[in-house]
């Protein structure tokens, strides 16, 4: 009977210990099952990133070339402003206050011959005035091309967070 019973004992440990092994096992299936899925979802995160990140230095790097190609394009303009300034084939000019009528009848002066303003003294400028002038409207025209790339940069960079806030918004916590 001793055997009998310490069979019967031994069987039931046997099928206890079975039948723990299976849910343990179970268990680390369900575990792997959730850190896989885990892995692949924080993958497919990462993936996603990395394009927005391309996009973003795609952008950026377009943004910088057209930038870059207005700033110099606005140079050589100046350049070639200088250059002709410099060899007299351009001449700046301003225009005067017209001076007084003189007689009794007021009536302004007729128009120079290519000219419609009737009675508009031009003065021309010395040349090293006009350089000097050039220079201070370019160095002005290279500040308002930076400015628009920054707020350009500015926009881009704001309008591409809010798109990806929105896709990506954090859910609440409960």
């Not at 369900?30 to 973003?56: C, H, M, W, Y």
């Not at 005067?96 to 009528?101: E, I, R, S």
């Not at 308002?144 to 940069?153: H, V």
């Amino acid at each position: 009977m001793a055997i009998l019973v310490g069979c019967s004992v031994f069987s039931t440990w046997k099928v206890d210990a079975w039948r723990y092994g299976r849910q343990l096992a179970q268990q680390q299936a369900d575990q792997q099952t959730v850190l896989t899925d885990l892995a692949n979802a924080n993958s497919a995160l990462i993936l996603t990133e990395q394009g927005k990140r391309f996009a973003l230095e795609q952008w950026l790097a377009a943004s910088d070339h057209a930038n870059y190609r207005a700033l110099t394009d606005e140079k050589t303009k100046q350049a070639r402003l200088r250059d002709r300034l410099a060899t007299a084939d351009l001449r700046l000019s301003v225009q005067l206050d017209a001076p007084p009528p003189t007689g009794c009848d007021a009536v302004q002066a007729t128009p120079s011959p290519g000219s419609v303003v009737h009675g508009a003294h031009r003065a021309q400028l010395d040349p090293a005035h006009a350089q000097r002038i050039i220079g201070i409207t370019s160095d002005g025209d290279q500040g308002l091309i930076a400015l628009q790339a920054c707020q350009q940069y500015s926009r881009g960079v704001s309008h591409l967070k809010d798109k990806s806030d929105r896709v990506h918004s954090p859910e609440p916590l409960p």
